[in-house]
């Protein structure tokens, strides 16, 4: 028992010594990670393409079942290079329900964001909400798989192709999740994924591209490395985001663990559903049934009205306990400068969502215990 556990064992609702943080913290032993940089320093290669990069780019291909991986050194610049390399100029439709990294790397790649709306039930752009913000200027369409629920990839592609753009997913969050039984990775033009700290394939940092177009691949090859070994792609704006080796090697191990840390994080999502079962105004986001999810988020709606208080007032109960919950996506990227000029349009579900979704802790760092005393604190807030 940790300290932690110990002193909350009199009194679940007495909260935490030390915070009780939100992110996912997935982590192989490491044992297993010593092993793995022993090798490195024996193989004296660091960076730069070096063997674990190109382990992990075959062996994510194979993992997400598409023709390439390419793997780079954070979620934002996977995202930023997908689009770069398609060669675009003008206005991309992105939701602005997600992380700002999203929208930030469609300003990086030199393109312009326009913000859609999202889908109460999905959370997620659809074909339809999308189709209705499609100017004579718009040459792209970005989703993005929020929670790891696909964001209408059969709607978008078919939309896609009668109008001529090209579709990106930001599949951030969305590793060994399914759209109709498909693996997401293999959807639209190009799909980009994080393999940050706090996501499911941890590999302290990094990312990856996925896509099935060979052209598009070998470009973003060449595009994520600074320097030319031969004239191949000259005219490509180059940038340095390779993954390291020491990135490489842990979002290895982080791969092999996958199944398990998926099954564990579905075991921690269950038992809070169950142990906040019957509080009105309580509203758990779901997984999709009959699709596979990594369950890397445990998010609830707060229905102010019926729990008697609103989000921000348990938040801070919460944190008064030491209990980081956080309010994920809140502010929503069209109210954060500089995107907030670029905002004309009412976003009504967007700020709905802003307003009322929490996300609780879970990873390999809460056990039982800690979804007891989280949940026991929620209940004595609002039964008080
Ligand atoms: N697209 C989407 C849809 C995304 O959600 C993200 C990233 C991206 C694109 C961009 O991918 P990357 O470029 O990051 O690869 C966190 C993560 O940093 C970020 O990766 C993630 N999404 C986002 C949803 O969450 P913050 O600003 O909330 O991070 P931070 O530092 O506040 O950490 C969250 C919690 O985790 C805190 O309670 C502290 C805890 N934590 C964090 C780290 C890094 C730890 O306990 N240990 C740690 O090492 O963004």
Known sequence: MTENEKRSATDLTNGFDTPLHVGQLNLPSVDAFEVAFKGIFARQFFTNHGPLEQELDAALASYFGVRHAVSVVNGTVALMIALQTLDLRGEVIVPAFTFPATVQAIAWAGLT????DVDPH???ITAPLAAAAITANTVAILGVHVWGRAADPDGLELLARERGLKLVFDAAHAVGCTSRGRLIGGFGDVEAFSFHATKILNGFE???I????DGLAARIRVARSFHADDDAGASILRLNAKISE???AMALLSLDHLDQWTEDNRHRYERYRRELQGIP???FIDYCAGERSNYQSVVLRICEEELGMPRDHLLRILESKNIL???YFSPGVHNIPPFCDLSTKELPVTD???RTLIQLPTGQMVSDRHIAIVCATIRAAVSA
Do not use: I, M, S
């Open 281 to 283: 105004g309580l509203y």
């Open 210 to 213: 996925t896509t099935n177009d």
């Open 352 to 354: 709905e969502l802003c």
């Open 206 to 208: 990094g990312g990856c």
């Open 325 to 327: 919950a956080r309010k």
């Open 246 to 248: 020491a990135q490489a």
């Open 122 to 124: 999905t959370q997620t």
């Open 113 to 116: 964001p326009v913000f859609c």
